[in-house]
């Protein structure tokens, strides 16, 4: 049986391309196709279980250089076939199927560091390289980046420039779009454009998707690898106080490198750092719970439970009160220093029980792992998805609430609070639920997702903090920017006037 | 204007004068950050225009401390951006208004971040040649502290750097402290200060010639700068705005010097057509 629909684009245009880069670099296998027919959206888990790749791309290609990059956007344009850009595939978004097929462009070969210059801070990287092997660059050269998503295995930096990426360590070093300096990109026309030329634009195409551009290449703001790192938690009677130590201890100017409350749900399934070892995530640590007792058993019962997720989350809400904070602070060790001492004091005086660097340090060691076992509980005929949402302190309980109503009695739901600033904090929804059958999983995967958006909405927190758009919030994007939509379309018809970049995306 | 103190946050419209907001806030226990208000009418939308203020690592420059806005945009549409901490939600609305000066829209509003009143200022001085001066600025800011004030001045008989420090007690020791040490290790010898004992900045040049460029080319780029001055020319350079990467300090300029007019560019070009073509989607 054919998976994979036949490719659509001609011989005369694909040997145009062979041109360009070779015959050696590219593909229009039914496997290489049907690979960049998604990302880790886990909606396409769901497809790819089912045997499904309903947008596969005509073509994959693998350009080498901006040059390469620039003749086949300039191919496409010319032709009007659709050319989506693609890194690591570690989005969660969907924002890298070929909705209209075409020619997908995978810019891992371009992955060279290619300036560092340790007096201005400063390094310039092609952006196909994936995110561990930047660190690694830097790392040798004594420097850090400091954005470390749990994708970095997965993931390129151009990946990060185009969804507005954040790292676990984005409280002290920013997120992406704090740390570039400029970019590097051809426009849906071909044109090559350097930012440093013209700053102003530099935000406007940093979050844009690649429905504007391709990115090659970013100078990036880069750290001295920090002398000192302290991690440290903190156990709260209740959320809230958690929350209100964060937010006195970031404006009393203190920048923790690393800020995780979990709320009592996701406290007692992640451990409070006692027996159970600490796992980055709470239903891979039921899993291993089920696991370690029921090893035989472990899918059905995972199911069991998640069909009753409405009594599940009553349950937590009557029993389980107390809320885990882990904090963790890096760079000169005076500074570190200080800035604990602070950090104790803010949560004792909230009645923060103070539990060592255990649980933080244990979180550290596994901070990655979460990313290469989520189709586990796939497998099991359950689904599970993170959404994560923004907002100020003065709307963030509501928002946690209005998310936790909308949900709670269809999913198991839970999360955390983390990537926390002076006026805000991100708030981390992680829900688990199950159906019958695949096409009444999708229904109850859709329905979750459109109510949870919506109540966020409601509530005045914004559609995403760091996962970015995509494909799957699309819909959600013209109540999200509301006139500004007009300024984006703006942006579209100057940089891809043929509306060849990613089509079907962000609500253009 | 509307102070949201829990968030701390404030609500202001562009007509608001800078004074006005700088007292408002203050009578919360708030602060605004450095604000440039050059004459007691100076407004908030003209400071966004004229891009006020941007010496300040702690605080950022005045476009950073706007969390969101409320533009007209052609057709009299009206653009709210949401006034969220962060967010992966396209392309920064907010950001891409306030770069635009004008062109797209104009700002009615704006939402800016506040801070405490400082609690503490430390204040460090040292005196060097301009190189090393902005050597020892460099180095203070890889590692990692963020002064509230860069004051650098200086020309051929040498300068002086003043950085202040602002905000908790505990960090502001803990910054100066590395501050010092940084310095001390690259051979430079800073002074703690009090504020009536820092040498006082020279007024405000008015012909100048505006060096830019990273950290690790300024002293050249300087150097090259000291070179064309006036041999009889006595006023300081100043450092003007700087960055994580790269600064910008200007210098006096030698008399009867005009500046060079500046060439279209493609980016120019760009901006033009993006303007354009936001008028035909608001038509």
Not at chain 2, 153 to 164: K, N, P, Y
């Amino acid at each position: 049986m054919t998976l994979v629909a036949a490719p659509r684009v001609l011989e005369p245009f694909v040997r145009r391309v062979a041109a360009i880069v070779g015959e050696d670099r590219l593909s229009q296998t039914a496997p290489a196709r049907a690979l960049y027919s998604r990302d880790m959206w886990p909606k396409t888990l769901l497809w790819t279980r089912e045997g499904s790749f309903p947008h596969p791309p005509d073509l994959v290609v693998w350009p080498e250089s901006l040059e390469e990059v620039a003749a086949l956007v300039r191919l496409c344009a010319s032709e009007g076939v659709a050319l989506v850009p693609f890194g690591g595939g570690g989005g969660v978004c969907g924002g890298v199927i070929p909705l209209r097929g075409g020619v997908t462009l995978d810019l891992k070969r371009m992955n060279r560091l290619v300036s560092f210059d340790p007096e201005s801070a400063t390094a310039e990287f092609e952006c196909g390289i994936i995110g561990q092997h930047l660190e690694d660059e830097l790392a040798r050269r004594g420097h850090t980046l400091g954005h470390f998503p749990s994708s970095i295995y997965l993931s390129t930096l151009g990946g990060f420039l185009a969804a507005r990426s954040a790292g676990q360590l984005s409280t002290r070093y920013g997120k992406i779009e704090d740390m570039v300096v400029s970019l590097r990109l051809v426009t849906g026309t071909g044109e090559t454009l350097d930012t440093a030329s013209c700053p102003e634009l530099l935000q406007a195409l940093v979050g844009s998707e690649g429905t504007l551009g391709v990115f090659t290449h970013a100078r990036l703001r880069i750290h001295p690898v920090p002398e000192a790192r302290r991690m440290h938690a903190f156990s709260f009677t209740h959320l809230a106080d958690g929350l209100e130590a964060i937010r006195t201890l970031l404006q009393r100017g203190v920048r923790p490198a690393v800020v995780r409350l979990y709320d009592p749900l996701d406290t007692f399934l992640v451990g409070s750092g006692k027996a159970r070892k600490t796992s980055p995530r709470p239903l891979l640590a039921l899993r291993g719970a089920l696991e370690e007792r029921f090893p035989s058993a472990t899918p059905r019962l995972l199911r069991a439970a998640l069909t009753c997720p409405a009594a599940l989350n009553q349950l937590s809400d009557r029993f389980l009160h107390r809320a885990l904070l882990i904090l963790g602070f890096e760079g000169p060790r005076e500074l570190v220093e200080a800035e604990l001492a602070l950090g104790r004091e803010s949560c004792a005086r909230l009645g923060g029980r103070d539990l060592g660097p255990g649980p933080g340090d244990r979180w550290f060691e596994n901070r990655y792992k979460v990313s290469y076992k989520q189709s586990r509980i796939f497998a099991a005929g359950c689904f599970v998805d993170t959404m994560e949402v923004a907002t100020t302190w003065d709307r963030l309980w509501g928002l946690y609430e209005a998310v936790r109503r909308a949900l709670s009695d269809r999913a198991l739901l839970m999360a955390h609070f983390s990537h926390a600033y002076p006026e805000g904090c991100s708030i981390y929804f992680t829900f688990a639920a199950t159906a019958r059958d695949p096409a009444e999983r999708e229904r109850l995967y859709d329905a979750l997702w459109h109510d949870g958006l919506e109540a966020t909405q409601r509530a005045g927190g914004c559609l995403s903090h760091h996962h970015g758009v995509g494909y799957s919030k699309s819909v959600f994007m013209a109540a999200e920017l509301g006139e500004g939509m007009r300024l984006y379309q703006a942006l579209k018809d100057v940089l891809d006037p043929g509306g060849i970049l990613n089509p079907g995306k962000m609500g253009l | 204007m509307k102070i949201e103190k829990r968030s701390r946050t404030v609500e202001a419209p562009v007509e608001t004068r800078l004074c006005e907001l700088r007292a408002a806030c203050v009578a919360q226990g708030l602060w605004p950050g450095p604000l440039v208000d050059l004459s007691p009418e100076t407004t908030l939308g003209a400071a966004l225009l004229a891009r006020a203020d941007r010496r300040s690592v702690r605080y950022g420059e005045l476009w950073d401390r706007v969390l969101a806005l409320e533009a007209e945009l052609p057709g009299e549409r009206l653009l709210r951006t949401r006034a969220a901490p962060r967010a992966a939600t396209g392309p920064d609305l907010t950001r891409t208004i306030l770069e635009a000066r004008g062109r797209l829209g104009s700002v009615r509003v704006a939402w800016l971040r506040l801070w405490a009143v400082p609690g503490e200022r430390g204040l460090l001085q040292l005196e060097g040649s301009l190189a090393v001066l902005i050597s020892g600025t460099a180095r203070v800011l890889r590692a990692g502290v963020r002064p509230a004030e860069v004051d650098l001045q200086g020309g051929r008989q040498g300068g002086r750097l003043l950085l202040a420090f602002e905000g908790d007690p505990a960090l502001v020791a803990a910054e100066m402290g590395v501050a010092r040490c940084v310095l001390e290790k690259a051979g430079l010898a800073p002074a703690a200060v009090a504020e009536a004992q820092k040498v006082p900045a020279v007024s405000a040049l008015l012909e100048t010639i505006p060096v830019e460029g990273a950290w690790s080319e300024l002293p050249a780029l300087a150097a090259r700068a000291l070179e064309r001055l006036d041999a009889t020319e006595t006023a300081p350079a100043r450092l003007v705005w700087l960055t994580h990467e790269a600064a910008g300090l200007k210098f006096p300029a030698p008399r009867g010097s005009t500046p060079e007019p500046r060439e279209r560019t493609r980016a120019d070009e760009i901006k033009a057509e993006i303007a354009l073509a936001l008028v035909r989607r608001c038509a």
